[in-house]
C-alpha cells in the first residue's frame, strides 16, 4: 500500500468518525451506556437497531404456540410490602406517573383497565438463553403518557419496581411503540405474581431483562438514567 | 521484490478475525452456560422438553444435577461478545470487497470445477491421510473447499443465526428467524456452527504445524515469500 494511501484513508477515517458521532448525536443513537470500553459496540447496535427496525411490530403467534406451562423465572418478592399487596389482592397497588408530564398522575390497576386495552401473543427471551411464548393484556404505554401529557423533549421512560432498589429505563420511542404494554394479565387471566403481578412492562422488542416486574413508579425524564446493571442498557441485542 | 505469500489485506483481516474469534468463542462459551440446554422451533425452557442438554455444571439456577453453580460472568461477556461481531463483521466486510475485486476467492479459494471429481478429490485425500506434501502452486482442493466453507459458509450462518436471536432485529425482519423454525432452532444451529468453526481452527493450526509452523507463521505476519522462505 502506498504510503499516501494510507494518509489519505486515515484521515478520511478520522473525518468520518467525527461526522457520525455528531450525526449519532444529533439524532440520539447514542445509548446511556455509550461510552467505555464496551462503547462502541453497544452504540454501533443501538444505532444500528433505531436505523433499521423503527416501528417494526415485534412477531406475534397464533394461540397454539402458547408455552405450557408458562414459565416462571424465580419467585415473588418476599418484601412484606409486597406480602400485604398480595393479600389484598393488589387493591391498593398505585403506579405514579411523573416527571417531564403536563398532570402527574397516580393510577391504580383498576383505572389501567379502563383505558383501551391490548392483547398480543409474543416471545420472551431471557438472556440466559431460555424462552416462552405467553399472550400479554395491558394498557399501551403510549396511552398512558398521551393522558399525563408527556413533553416533547423527553427522550427516557424510568420504570420502578417494589423489588428493592430494582430498575430499569428505555428510549422514547420503544415507549411509545404500540406493542409496549402496562401488562395485568396474561394468558386470558390476571398477571400472576410470579410474573410480575399485578403490573409489568412488557417490551417484546427487547429481551426479558428489560420486561420489568412489579412496577410501581414512571418517571418521564430527558436525562441519559445512570446504568444499573452490567448488561448493555438496550436489550434488542 | 518478490510477490508476498499473502496480500497485507489478508493478513491483517486473518488476524482481526483470529482476534475477533477468540473472544466471541470465549464469551459465547460463557453465555452458553448460563442455559446448557438446547430446543428446536420458536421457545424453550426449564418448564418444558428439550433436544440435549450438555452435561456440565450452569452459572444460574439451572438444575443440572451438578451441586454446584459455575461463577457467572455474562456482565462482560454479553458486551465484549456483540462487540466482537462487529470487528468480525467489519473485517469481514473489507475482506470480502477486497477478495471480489482482487479476484482473491476466485483465484485461491474456490476450487476449480476439474478439481471436483470423485478421482480427484479421492486422489487429494489420498495424499493427505499418508501426509504428503501438496504439489503445484496454491491450494489444494481439500484446503480451498475448506477455507471457502468457513468463509462463505460458517461465518455468514454464524452472524445469521446470531442476528435470528435479537428480537429487534427479528421485528424488522421476521424471515431471518423464521427461515430457521424459531429462535431457539437459530440457537442451535448457532451452537453447532460454532464447534464446525472450532474444528476448523483445529485442523488449520494442526496443518499449519505439519508443513511449517514458523514458515506459514512468518507468510502470515510479516508476508515474507514462499521463494526467500
Not at chain 1, 408527556?150 to 423489588?163: L, N, P, S, Y
Not at chain 2, 470487528?87 to 475485486?101: K, N
Request: hydrophobic share 40%.
Amino acid at each position: 500500500m502506498k504510503r499516501r494511501t494510507l494518509v489519505t484513508t486515515g484521515v478520511a477515517g478520522a473525518a468520518g468518525l467525527v461526522a457520525a458521532e455528531q450525526l449519532a448525536e444529533q439524532y440520539d443513537l447514542v445509548p446511556p451506556d455509550g461510552s467505555g470500553i464496551y462503547g462502541p459496540g453497544t452504540t454501533l447496535t443501538y444505532a444500528a437497531h433505531r436505523l433499521l427496525t423503527r416501528n417494526a411490530l415485534a412477531r406475534e403467534f397464533p394461540r397454539s404456540e402458547i408455552s405450557r406451562p408458562p414459565h416462571q423465572n424465580g419467585k415473588p418478592p418476599k418484601e412484606e410490602a409486597y406480602v400485604k399487596h398480595v393479600e389484598a389482592g393488589f387493591a391498593d397497588w398505585r403506579v405514579q406517573v411523573d416527571g417531564m408530564v403536563a398532570r402527574p398522575t397516580t393510577l391504580s390497576v383498576a383505572d389501567l383497565r379502563r383505558y383501551p386495552s391490548r392483547s398480543q401473543i409474543t416471545h420472551l427471551a431471557c438472556e440466559e438463553g431460555w424462552s416462552y411464548i405467553a399472550e400479554w393484556t395491558g394498557a399501551p404505554l403510549s396511552e398512558v403518557l398521551n393522558l399525563v401529557g408527556a413533553r416533547t423533549g423527553a427522550k427516557f421512560v424510568v420504570f420502578h419496581t417494589i423489588q428493592n432498589g430494582w430498575w430499569g429505563s428505555i428510549d422514547i420511542d420503544e415507549a411509545r411503540h404500540p406493542q409496549t404494554l402496562l401488562a395485568y394479565g396474561m394468558n386470558g387471566g390476571e398477571l400472576p405474581p410470579g410474573h410480575g403481578g399485578p403490573l409489568r412492562l412488557r417490551v417484546p422488542r427487547q429481551l426479558g431483562y428489560r420486561s420489568l416486574k412489579y412496577v410501581n413508579r414512571i418517571t418521564v425524564t430527558d436525562r441519559a438514567p445512570e446504568g444499573r446493571s452490567e448488561y448493555s442498557w438496550y436489550a434488542g441485542i | 521484490m518478490a510477490e508476498p505469500r499473502h496480500r497485507v489485506l489478508v493478513r491483517v483481516t486473518h488476524w482481526l478475525t483470529a482476534l475477533s474469534f477468540l473472544a466471541l468463542l470465549v464469551t459465547g462459551v460463557e453465555i452458553l452456560i448460563s442455559h446448557p440446554r438446547f430446543y428446536w422451533g420458536e421457545a424453550g425452557n426449564a418448564s418444558g422438553p428439550y433436544l440435549f442438554k450438555l452435561p456440565i455444571p450452569a452459572s444460574r439456577g439451572l438444575e443440572t444435577g451438578y451441586s454446584f453453580v459455575l461463577p457467572d460472568q455474562n456482565g462482560w461477556s454479553r458486551n465484549l461478545h456483540f462487540q466482537a461481531a462487529w470487528l468480525v463483521a467489519f473485517t469481514a466486510l473489507v475482506y470480502g470487497i477486497s477478495g471480489l475485486r482482487r479476484g482473491h476467492f476466485r483465484r485461491n479459494l474456490l476450487p476449480a470445477r476439474s478439481d471436483l471429481s470423485w478421482r480427484a478429490m479421492s486422489a487429494s485425500w489420498k495424499a493427505h491421510l499418508r501426509f504428503e506434501p501438496s504439489s503445484g502452486e496454491g491450494y489444494n482442493v481439500l484446503q480451498r473447499l475448506a477455507y471457502a466453507g468457513v468463509v462463505f459458509g460458517l461465518f455468514p450462518l454464524m452472524i445469521w443465526t446470531g442476528l435470528a436471536m435479537a428480537p429487534g432485529f427479528t421485528a424488522a425482519f421476521p424471515l431471518t428467524v423464521t427461515a430457521f423454525g424459531g429462535q431457539q432452532s437459530a440457537r442451535t444451529i448457532h451452537f453447532f456452527a460454532t464447534l464446525a468453526l472450532v474444528l476448523f481452527v483445529v485442523v488449520h493450526v494442526a496443518m499449519v504445524w505439519v508443513t511449517g509452523f514458523r514458515a506459514g507463521l512468518r507468510g502470515m505476519t510479516i508476508g515474507q515469500s514462499k521463494e526467500s522462505l
